[in-house]
């Protein structure tokens, strides 16, 4: 089975843009959770989907806000970005009845500018 | 919400030593406390997990185990390898409802000196 999956790898953006990052769970798994890690702070959870749905929120502004697709493809959006956004995004996947079995994505590095 | 202190922060063992990195959490309905090492520039990885209903469970040169009365749990290495070098963070969860989500701490940087 593929595991999870993440695009871009990579991502440098200027202060004020937007950008929307994407991930594919594991086949099968309809969960999703995204994470910020940065050095000072770790891992930090920004929201989960289940079902297309946003069951659960973490402490972030309302600039970061994402979405679940009916295939469990999820995408996180960061608009107006800061200088503190520049973070690993991880983003998790796990099945229905297993939800504490996360399993990670690579991340994507996002880099502002 | 959920809070989780880990410490310490850095740990570095000589190869075949042990390692224990210890964590504490806050909320009493947290039931689920899982591992993940993260090695340099690469996702992190479940490497053991414990639920509220056991005290102890052990893979191999890995082991964790957990207090409810306290509120804390820990992670042993045995025996400990190059290998083993990298960042560990403990986390801590309420599997049961739908508010789920995965309360990390600050991580651990584990070096082992061959």
């Known amino acids: 089975k593929a595991g999870v999956t993440q695009t871009p790898r990579y991502l440098i953006k200027t202060r004020g843009q937007q950008v929307t990052l994407s991930c594919s769970p594991i086949?099968?798994?309809?969960?999703v959770s995204w994470y910020q890690q940065t050095p000072g702070q770790g891992l930090q959870f920004l929201f989960e989907?289940?079902?297309?749905?946003?069951?659960n929120k973490g402490n972030f502004p309302g600039r970061f806000s994402g979405r679940q697709f009916s295939n469990s493809r999820s995408e996180m959006n960061v608009s107006t970005l800061e200088l503190g956004d520049s973070a690993l995004y991880l983003c998790?996947?796990?099945?229905?009845?297993?939800?504490?079995?996360?399993?990670f994505g690579p991340g994507t590095r996002l880099t502002v500018l | 919400g959920e809070n989780v202190e880990q410490h310490p922060s850095t740990l570095s063992v000589q190869e075949g030593d042990s390692a224990v990195i210890k964590c504490t959490y806050s909320?009493?309905?947290?039931?689920?406390f899982p591992w993940y090492k993260q090695e340099l520039g690469k996702r992190p990885q479940l490497i053991i997990d414990?639920?509220?209903?056991?005290g102890e469970k052990k893979d191999q040169r890995i082991a964790v185990t957990l207090n409810k009365t306290a509120k804390h749990f820990s992670l042993h290495i045995t025996e400990t390898q190059p290998e083993d070098s990298a960042v560990y963070f403990c986390?801590?969860?309420?599997?049961?409802?739908?508010?789920?989500?995965?309360?990390f701490g600050k991580g651990t940087l584990l070096t082992v000196n061959p």
């Open positions: 998790a996947s796990s099945l229905e009845l297993r939800l504490d079995e996360q399993f």
């Open positions: 086949s099968g798994h309809r969960s």
């Open positions: 989907y289940f079902s297309e749905t946003q069951r």
């Open positions: 909320d009493s309905a947290s039931n689920y």
């Open positions: 414990i639920r509220s209903n056991v």
């Open positions: 986390a801590a969860a309420n599997s049961g409802g739908s508010n789920y989500k995965l309360t």
